[in-house]
């Protein structure tokens, strides 16, 4: 099922070509898809550990961009 977020902060493509790149890194994330043009993301994981994999993706985006937030749509 995909889950689909909201990002504000983002400054560049590159910056969410990296961040869509870590977080595929993530166990459990099946795609990620992050459209800089319409701040949107959209997440494919594994339901059964879903909410875990979100704070994980979380953790990943502040890491990777501090500025960068996230809410569910």
């Given at each position: 099922?995909?889950?689909?977020?909201?990002?504000?902060?983002?400054?560049?493509?590159?910056?969410?070509?990296?961040?869509?790149r870590a977080i595929?890194?993530?166990?459990?994330?099946?795609?990620?898809?992050?459209?800089?043009?319409?701040?949107?993301?959209e997440l494919e994981?594994?339901?059964?550990?879903?909410?875990?994999?979100?704070?994980?993706?979380?953790?990943?985006?502040?890491?990777?961009?501090?500025?960068?937030?996230?809410?569910?749509?």
């Amino acid at each position: 099922m995909s889950n689909k977020f909201k990002i504000t902060g983002l400054d560049c493509a590159n910056c969410a070509a990296n961040l869509e790149r870590a977080i595929q890194k993530i166990e459990g994330v099946e795609t990620v898809n992050i459209n800089f043009i319409t701040q949107k993301m959209e997440l494919e994981c594994n339901e059964n550990d879903k909410e875990e994999i979100i704070k994980k993706v979380k953790k990943v985006i502040k890491k990777e961009e501090p500025d960068v937030d996230i809410e569910k749509l």
